[in-house]
């Protein structure tokens, strides 16, 4: 196994991906992502030298809870077609809107099925597979993702879009102002921020000798705390549909008064 050079390819592109980002500006766990790929076949290799039966076993436990997660997926779908909002013991007012359950289209609905109906029919082709454990798990992955993507996507999306939040923001924002400062703000949040609502921020912690008008500050829901610098007025505070944690507010700064050092 050492000497293939597939393997050692992997080896070395995922030392390389793990170096390059150890160096870099700024580091994100989703930045890992390229580096899925090779480590996935080096345990696919490791797998195919397992014994057929813990092969047949791991496949096996692996449809019995891809299948499990499966069904959930679909049951908590009908219900909410046909019964409108979910139980209440169901706690998924903590990940999504409640107020807004949008339907998957039929075309949507037609993938979904025809994927779940794959997935099963597979089942007899997969248990003699020589990577029965890895055929499993891979497929039982794609068919939640692809339900989550057809059946769920519309409200995840709801509960993921800033549109909303920012559609709200607009009616709060002043007639007339020269730009907009901003403090902890991310960099997915910065740039969501200039497509929805058309403002590119100019961050305090880069040019803290900058002056806006308006300052916009991201932050957690948990705090309670007052304005970062008491002469700034809030104008609005809001947050994603379904979201929890996370916390953006907008602050416009009083005439007439010194910078603060402190930015």
């Known amino acids: 196994m050492r000497a293939d050079r597939a393997l050692q390819f992997c080896v070395v592109l995922m030392a390389v991906i793990v170096a ?3 160096v870099a500006g700024s580091m994100r766990a989703l930045y890992l992502l390229p580096a899925l790929l090779p480590m996935a076949l080096l345990g696919a290799a490791e797998a195919a030298s397992l014994p057929e039966v813990v092969q047949r076993r791991v496949a096996i436990a692996g449809y019995a809870l891809f299948g499990v997660a499966a069904l959930a997926l679909w049951g908590l779908c009908l219900i909410v077609v046909g ?5 209440a013991w169901l ?5 999504l809107p409640l107020d807004v359950q949008p339907r998957a289209g039929q075309l949507a609905v037609g993938l979904a099925a025809m994927t ?7 089942f007899p082709h997969v248990i003699r597979s020589r990577i029965a454990s890895v055929a499993a798990c891979a497929l039982g992955v794609t068919l939640l993702w692809l339900l989550l993507a057809t059946l769920w996507m519309p409200w995840i ?3 993921k879009s800033y549109r909303a939040m920012f559609d709200d923001m607009r009616l709060h924002l002043p007639s007339t102002f020269n730009c907009v ?4 703000l991310g960099e997915s949040e910065a740039a969501m921020l200039d497509y929805e609502g058309g403002i590119v921020a100019v ?3 880069k040019l803290p000798r900058s002056r806006c008008d308006l300052v916009w500050e991201q932050d957690n829901q948990s705090d309670v705390s007052d304005p970062p610098d008491p002469t700034w007025t809030l104008l609005w505070s809001g947050h994603r549909p379904g979201d929890g944690k996370e916390r953006h507010r907008l602050f416009m700064r009083q005439e007439g008064l010194e910078i603060n ?3």
């Open 203 to 205: 961050p305090l912690e």
């Open 83 to 87: 019964h409108g909002p979910p139980p």
């Open 91 to 95: 706690p998924l007012g903590n990940w």
């Open 20 to 22: 390059a980002l150890s």
């Open 157 to 159: 999306n709801a509960a």
């Open 116 to 122: 779940t109906a794959t997935w099963a029919l597979a």
């Open 261 to 263: 050092d402190h930015w």
């Open 181 to 184: 400062n901003s403090i902890y």
